[in-house]
T-cell receptor, first 109, second 114 residues
């Protein structure tokens, strides 16, 4: 079967750095996506990894190791507006995204 | 450039009624996906469509649910004879040219079945 594991909740302090981990076992792999979702809103695209290594985009970076079935999202210089759910999703061999249940990040002053 | 649009944003139905959810993809996008999100759960894939074709409906219940993406107009997700368990947020996403392109999501339709 297919499975994506992420921590359910995390708390971090404004200005700090937080790493959100994601491990996956899927029937196919065409890439891994991270989305941000504020409560009651649409998921918004953050990053995409298909090759091993680190992709950096401003305050956000995402890492992938395909051999380990592992990814992380790194958020630097946390801001209060970063409080949201972060969704790890794998593009499987089929035509869709397989999502984890998401990590709810709370940023505190 | 408008993003993915969905309407209505909120929909209330009584058990046994029909629900119609609409999705207009981003301009230039010809691939549409529907996902369902239950409270405290992850997004679950339902169906993938291109214009006038259902490509993959492996995540959609066989009964009561149907989807279409006509040549003209929005994609429609139709739920007949709704039950309380259908209450969820339904998100539509679109991608540009293939199923491996980045999917961009609409704001969702929150369906409540009384």
């Amino acid at each position: 079967g297919q499975n994506i594991d992420q921590p359910t909740e995390m708390t971090a302090t404004e200005g700090a750095i937080v790493q959100i981990n994601c491990t996956y076992q899927t029937s196919g792999f065409n890439g891994l996506f991270w989305y941000q979702q504020h409560a009651g809103e649409a998921p918004t695209f953050l990053s995409y990894n298909v090759l091993d290594g680190l992709e950096e985009k401003g305050r956000f970076s995402s890492f992938l190791s395909r051999s380990k079935g592992y990814s992380y999202l790194l958020l630097k210089e946390l801001q209060m507006k970063d409080s949201a759910s972060y969704l790890c999703a794998v593009q499987t061999g089929a035509n869709n995204l397989f999502f984890g249940t998401g990590t709810r990040l709370t940023v505190i002053p | 450039n408008a993003g993915v649009m969905q309407n209505p944003r909120h929909l209330v139905r009584r058990r046994g009624q029909e629900a119609r959810l609409r999705c207009s993809p981003m301009k230039g996008h010809s691939h549409v996906y529907w996902y369902r999100q239950l409270p405290e759960e992850g997004l679950k894939f339902m169906v993938y469509l291109q214009k006038e074709n259902i490509i993959d409906e492996s995540g959609m219940p066989k009964e009561r649910f149907s989807a279409e993406f006509p040549k003209e107009g929005p994609s429609i997700l139709r739920i007949q004879q709704v039950v309380r368990g259908d209450s969820a947020a339904y998100f539509c996403a679109s991608s540009l040219a293939s199923s491996t392109d980045t999917q961009y999501f609409g704001p969702g339709t929150r369906l409540t079945v009384l």
